[in-house]
């Protein structure tokens, strides 16, 4: 059996879905496939443990509010189809290693304060540096919302402004590098590596210093944007728009060859026995590493097949997931606080090793990193039953030693050794309030997800070697692969992983250009 669509999609996360959500704007029909039973991939909240509404990989949609998909509802999501989000307040709550916890607050003044208990000067420099991103955050971030070459790259643009030398260098830092040269005291040092840790990159390598602002910053302006009823409110919002536009979503359905005729591709067959063929293009967020497979070899070409061979996948995450009639209370100065991002960190240098030991493969028994999300706290639709869904994430190597199945022995013995790290901050997560609980390791996610290679699920390492130009492979960063009439948008492609819709969009802007069409009729262009 064969279908024909003008565009046919292989994968189904959010960022394959804004690329087709522009493509059907545009008047082409797009036909969409994806492996798992439902769309969205790393955007999914799924009904767990009794009805909860979790969120099983992505939690924070901070990143997406400053895309134009968003900030100017250019296809009209926000508008027409239900899509809000909620901005909580603490933003965060992150307990230090020597008991003590600081509190982000969405006023900057409360935050500074809270700073300024451990160093006058960390909290003077905090402002600063804020005030210093407002100068050139849209240099930098007006680069990650274009392809590749449509522009100046944000090194370029960065130099057309006074304090540009400064922020070039801050960028070319790693972040643990810039924390120490900024902040003084041990215990602001240790929220900053935290905090810029979120994106699971390894903070000590070249070329991550802006983490050390640009996330928070972010954060600081608004919060820990979650959805209004999930992660998966996004995609909801984005199938709605795809369905009334035309387009259809086939699940359950895994893409296993590319159809190449004539030296192009033309479409990609399915496990189902089903060819889905293009009468314009195909787009692909198969991870590269998967895609490679899906076509000869000497298509690829010798140089693109090693990028793609040395394309590193990036820090695997661990997952515990606690249904409790509480969420965590963490102890602070100031009595009890509860907040929908917390967490739990080690001194600077222990965050730093902890990220690079999983990013390297080496096992990593007692964890420097917690987050602990607990959307329920701003979100109570989320609950029929007034619980709380506790999300808690660390990073750990893919093989903890005895090869990856080993972690179907261990992994619920890991996951209460970081459930005792973090109740040494939230005493109150006592067993007589868990009532249920599901563990996954970086095995589990990535049997979940195969995108999510390793365990990994924002789509590669972002570190230096990357990012911008060099993501996924050098000379193939414009999201158009080595075969012709093969378009690659999603994580792995610029300017990388997280929920930020940034690929999807960018992806969508070469294909239409590609098509003869001029995207700024279907999207405000920068």
């Given at each position: 059996m064969t279908r024909t669509a003008d565009i046919?999609?292989?994968?189904?996360?959010?960022?394959?879905?804004?690329?087709?959500?522009?493509?059907?704007?545009a008047g082409y029909e797009c036909a969409i496939v994806d492996a798992r039973p439902v769309p969205g991939g790393g955007a999914t909240t799924e009904s767990m443990m009794g009805g909860l509404a979790v969120d099983t990989c992505s939690t924070g949609h901070t990143l997406i509010q400053v895309n134009p998909l968003i900030r100017d509802d250019e296809l009209g999501i926000v508008e027409r189809y239900g899509l809000s989000y909620i901005d909580p307040d603490p933003v965060e709550v992150v307990a230090l290693p020597d008991g003590e916890t600081i509190t982000?607050?969405?006023?900057?003044?409360?935050?500074?304060?809270?700073?300024?208990?451990?160093?006058?000067?960390?909290?003077?420099?905090?402002?600063?540096?804020?005030?210093?991103?407002?100068?050139?955050?849209?240099?930098?971030?007006?680069?990650?919302?274009?392809?590749?070459?449509y522009g100046p790259d944000p090194k370029e643009a960065?130099?057309?402004?006074?304090?540009?030398?400064?922020?070039?260098?801050?960028?070319?830092?790693?972040?643990r590098d810039l924390i120490r040269h900024e902040y003084e005291d041990e215990h602001v040092r240790a929220f900053m590596g935290w905090m810029a840790s979120q994106v699971?990159?390894?903070?000590?390598?070249?070329?991550?210093?802006?983490?050390?602002?640009?996330?928070?910053?972010?954060?600081?302006?608004?919060?820990?944007?979650?959805?209004?009823?999930?992660?998966?409110?996004?995609?909801?919002?984005?199938?709605?728009?795809?369905?009334?536009?035309?387009a259809t979503i086939d699940c359950d359905t895994r893409v296993t060859q590319l159809i190449v005729e004539d030296g192009r591709c033309?479409?990609?067959?399915?496990?189902?026995?089903?060819?889905?063929?293009?009468?314009?293009?195909?787009?692909?967020?198969?991870?590269?590493?998967?895609?490679?497979?899906?076509?000869?070899?000497?298509?690829?070409?010798?140089?693109?097949?090693?990028?793609?061979?040395?394309?590193?996948?990036?820090?695997?995450?661990?997952?515990?997931?606690?249904?409790?009639?509480?969420?965590?209370?963490?102890?602070?100065?100031?009595?009890?606080?509860?907040?929908?991002?917390?967490?739990?960190?080690?001194?600077?240098?222990?965050?730093?090793?902890?990220?690079?030991?999983?990013?390297?493969?080496?096992?990593?028994?007692?964890?420097?990193?917690?987050?602990?999300?607990?959307?329920?706290?701003?979100?109570?639709?989320?609950?029929p039953d007034g619980r709380h869904a506790v999300k808690v994430v660390s990073f750990n190597a893919y093989d903890p030693g005895g090869g990856p199945e080993r972690w179907d022995e261990i992994k619920d013995a890991h996951a209460a050794r970081m459930l005792d790290h973090l109740r040494r901050s939230a005493p109150n997560l006592t067993d007589d309030i868990i009532s249920d609980r599901i563990v996954k390791s970086p095995l589990d996610i990535e049997r979940d997800n195969p995108h999510m290679v390793h365990g990994a699920p924002h789509g590669g390492d972002r570190g230096i070697a990357f990012t911008g130009a060099q993501r996924p492979v050098p000379g193939w960063a414009q999201h158009r692969m080595p075969i012709p009439g093969?378009?690659?948008?999603?994580?792995?492609?610029?300017?990388?992983?997280?929920?930020?819709?940034?690929?999807?969009?960018?992806?969508?802007?070469?294909?239409?250009?590609?098509?003869?069409?001029?995207?700024?009729e279907f999207m405000r262009m920068s």
């Open positions: 046919v999609v292989a994968g189904a996360g959010h960022n394959s879905l804004v690329t087709a959500a522009y493509l059907t704007s982000m607050h969405l006023d900057r003044a409360k935050t500074q304060r809270e700073l300024a208990r451990f160093s006058e000067s960390d909290a003077d420099t905090y402002g600063r540096l804020l005030d210093e991103w407002d100068e050139v955050k849209s240099l930098i971030g007006a680069a990650r919302f274009r392809p590749v070459g960065l130099m057309t402004h006074p304090r540009g030398s400064a922020w070039v260098r801050r960028s070319m830092l790693s972040a699971a990159v390894p903070i000590d390598g070249a070329g991550t210093g802006l983490l050390a602002i640009q996330i928070i910053a972010g954060r600081q302006l608004r919060s820990w944007s979650i959805p209004s009823g999930g992660s998966g409110k996004l995609i909801d919002a984005l199938v709605a728009y795809l369905e009334d536009h035309g033309v479409g990609f067959r399915t496990d189902t026995g089903e060819d889905y063929r293009a009468r314009e293009a195909v787009v692909s967020t198969v991870h590269v590493k998967h895609l490679v497979d899906m076509a000869p070899k000497e298509l690829w070409g010798e140089s693109f097949l090693y990028g793609v061979d040395t394309y590193h996948v990036g820090v695997p995450f661990f997952a515990a997931y606690y249904a409790t009639d509480e969420p965590p209370v963490f102890k602070t100065h100031d009595g009890g606080r509860s907040s929908v991002s917390a967490g739990v960190t080690g001194w600077l240098d222990d965050v730093a090793i902890h990220a690079r030991k999983a990013a390297e493969g080496e096992f990593v028994g007692e964890p420097s990193f917690l987050l602990a999300a607990t959307p329920t706290i701003a979100d109570p639709s989320r609950s093969l378009y690659q948008t999603g994580g792995t492609t610029h300017p990388g992983g997280s929920i930020t819709g940034a690929p999807g969009r960018n992806a969508a802007i070469v294909l239409l250009e590609d098509l003869g069409r001029d995207p700024s």
